[in-house]
């Protein structure tokens, strides 16, 4: 539990360091200079030290800034890495804890945050709800409230305040806007204020999940209360939580390999290519745009992804923000036809399978996987030096691994924060 909490930090400060120079990050970045006020916590990639607060809001948007974040246990639909690692290291820095600490933290912020995400799946989502945006508040409190030490009561009472500000809607799956990006930022920012004001005698609803006004009746049109409770003390569920190859939606992931892996043992040639059918489960497969308008349709459409992978004959980050208005990227993806496969369905949400079927002008080659492959820790540190190198040194790089590496060890989180900006 201990490795793969220490996993997630990292991958997660990779994602940050590698969102810095987006424009949405920008904008965040400079409305929290410009605000200004107690100097306590780091923003990642950024000189001086900011209020807890604002350090959250901005390390959360940077977190989710390029969809390359973590994905929840199944059945879930949330990225908690991004909502609950900004919430956990504000405050971690500002309250002066041990790395020890910080571990326990972020375990029990993702413990939330999964046992909320699936106890509302898939019924937060048909209600037009983005999960990040508000099971990620709840994780994040979790996570704030514990560093705080805040009383039985006291994290009662922030989980309730959670509530009543955890938001966030899929409207931007339709439009390919920004505000998908300040989903994390607001959850991290909204639970370390729940946490703060919880510390101060604040209250808020004890029945903010089962109450007749409580999350699940409010924001699910179907829910199983038993999934809160569920093995709880026995499993671990960030044991479970995934991490990204490519920064995309996770779902799209397995058809990307796909495609590159058949591309490579055929050597598949883009303009030989009649015709794409890529089978998904039946939530993916609504998202069926061929042409992207937006960086976002890149990155959470199929027929956009594998267009871009096999014109690329590559992908990690910058394919899905500079190539897909690519001719050759817009050709491939209109031959492309995503469609709800029933055995795929049949195992969703538990499992992420994949049917990919490419038809050449002489060829027809098919390939078929149940479930998205684990992603080793080896990958997870060059995921990181990748990610970081716009803004960090190879030196700072190699020693920021070094140190998560050590984290249970640590007594204060100085050495840490010094490398990351």
């Known amino acids: 539990v201990v490795e793969k909490a220490k996993m997630h930090l990292l ?16 904008m965040v970045v400079d ?16 000189k001086g030290m900011y209020p807890v607060i604002m350090a959250a809001l901005a390390n959360g948007t940077m977190a989710h800034g390029i969809d390359a974040d973590d994905s929840g246990a199944r059945p879930s639909w949330a990225h ?15 309250e002066g804890v041990t790395g020890k600490e910080l571990i326990t933290a972020i375990v029990a912020g993702y413990e939330l945050n999964c046992r909320i995400d699936s106890a509302v799946y898939p019924g937060l989502r048909n209600r037009g709800f983005h999960a990040t945006g508000v099971v990620g508040t709840f994780g994040a409190a979790a996570a704030a409230g514990k560093l ?28 390919g806007d920004m505000s998908k990006r300040l989903h994390a930022g607001k959850a991290a920012m909204n639970g370390v204020l729940a ?54 939606c996770h779902e799209l992931c397995p058809p990307i390999t796909m495609a590159l892996d058949l591309q490579k043992k055929h050597s598949i040639e883009p303009g030989d290519v009649v015709s794409i059918r890529i089978g998904l489960n039946h939530v993916t497969a609504e998202n069926q745009l061929k042409v992207a308008e937006t960086p976002l349709h890149a990155q959470n459409h199929a027929a956009v992804a594998v267009a871009i992978a096999l014109v690329k004959r590559r992908v990690f980050m910058r394919e899905f923000f500079d190539d897909y208005r690519d001719p050759k990227v817009i050709e491939l993806g209109q031959k492309a036809e995503v469609y709800t496969d029933p055995e ?5 949400p538990k499992k992420i399978g994949t049917r990919l079927e490419i038809t050449t002008r002489d060829k027809h080659y098919t390939a078929f996987e149940d479930d998205k492959q684990p992603i080793p ?15 960090l040194s190879d030196e700072k790089i190699k020693k920021t691994v070094k140190t998560i590496d050590k984290l249970e060890k640590m007594s204060e989180l100085r050495e840490l924060s010094s490398l990351l900006v």
């Open 31 to 46: 409305i929290v200079r410009k605000t200004g006020g107690v100097p306590q916590s780091t923003v990642m990639g950024v």
């Open 80 to 94: 908690p890495g991004s909502c609950i690692i900004p919430a956990a290291f504000a405050p971690a820095e500002a």
């Open 344 to 348: 795929i369905d049949a195992i969703f």
């Open 148 to 175: 705080m030490r805040l009383s039985k009561e006291q994290m009662v009472n922030a989980l309730g305040l959670a509530g009543i500000q955890a938001a966030g809607l899929e409207e931007w799956l339709t439009s």
């Open 195 to 248: 946490a703060l004001l919880a510390r101060e005698g604040y209250t808020g609803p004890a029945t903010v999940f089962e109450g007749k006004y409580g999350l699940l009746a409010t924001h699910a049109d179907g829910y199983d209360l038993d999934r809160l409770t569920e093995r709880l003390g026995e499993e671990y569920k960030i044991l479970a939580c995934k991490f990204k190859p490519y920064a995309c």
């Open 11 to 26: 991958d997660t400060m990779g994602n940050m360091l590698g969102a810095r120079s987006m424009s949405w990050s920008k």
């Open 377 to 391: 820790y080896d990958f997870i540190e060059e995921k990181f030096a990748a990610l970081a190198s716009p803004q």
